[in-house]
């Protein structure tokens, strides 16, 4: 199963160039979500999509826009690049119960240099 | 600040030895989630503990929660080269999806 997958895996942009994240995931999860690593740091949560055709900002939105595209499709991008958006991006999935959000699937990220 | 933190940041162990860390949180929760990131990867999910459980545990993996403390713990134990590897908690508010990440333990077991 390839779960969740992100392109690009690597990308290396100039200050002020757009770029779009991509990611796809193949177990018809509801909700879907894009973070950040920093070094040293844990994931800080930019936005999600608790269902298709919904989503809100999380913990570090500015800079970035979102696009639910479908159930399997989520994107995250970045209309004019800045060097402080250099970071690991990572996409999750998961589904909802009736007690409470379950373990999220992760793919293997995008490293992002903004030059 | 983030919700989570984690201690210690860093452990270093000999193989065998068992392997400890913890993770503080601030706000009532519907359950608290251990990761695994292994260099250059992407997050695992390990084990997931709910609110109204004290103790889960997952072949060499012990979790405890106490949500008077707003704390849980993660033991592995007989550790492995292979554990060598970041460990994060990670909660959300009841009733949200705003996922919060700790800052994460970094554990080497050496052989």
């Known amino acids: 199963n390839a779960g969740v997958t992100q392109t690009p895996k690597f990308q290396v942009l100039k200050t002020g160039q757009s770029m779009t994240l991509q990611c796809a995931q193949d177990m018809n999860h509801n909700s879907m979500y894009w973070y950040r690593q920093d070094p040293g740091m844990g994931l800080r949560l930019i936005y999600y999509?608790?269902?298709?055709?919904?989503?809100d900002k999380g913990e570090v939105p500015n800079g970035y826009n979102v696009s639910r595209l479908n159930k399997r499709e989520f994107s995250l991008r970045l209309e004019s690049a800045a060097p402080s958006q250099t970071s690991v991006y990572f996409c999750a999935s998961n589904d909802r119960d009736s007690i409470g959000n379950q373990p999220q699937h992760f793919g293997d990220g995008t490293r992002l240099s903004i030059l | 600040s983030q919700q989570g933190e984690e201690d210690p940041q860093a452990l270093s162990i000999q193989e065998g030895e068992n392997a400890t860390m913890n993770c503080s949180y601030k706000t009532s929760i519907n359950n608290l989630q251990w990761y695994r990131q292994n260099s250059g990867r992407g997050l695992v999910h390990l084990i997931l503990i709910r609110s109204n459980e004290r103790e889960k545990h997952s072949g060499r993996l012990r979790v405890t929660l106490d949500t008077s403390k707003k704390s849980s713990s993660l033991l592995i134990t007989a550790s492995r080269a292979a554990d060598t590897a970041s460990y994060f908690c990670a909660t959300a508010p009841s009733g949200t999806y705003k996922y919060i990440f700790g800052t994460g333990t970094r554990l080497k077991v050496l052989a």
């Open positions: 999509s608790a269902s298709e055709g919904t989503t």
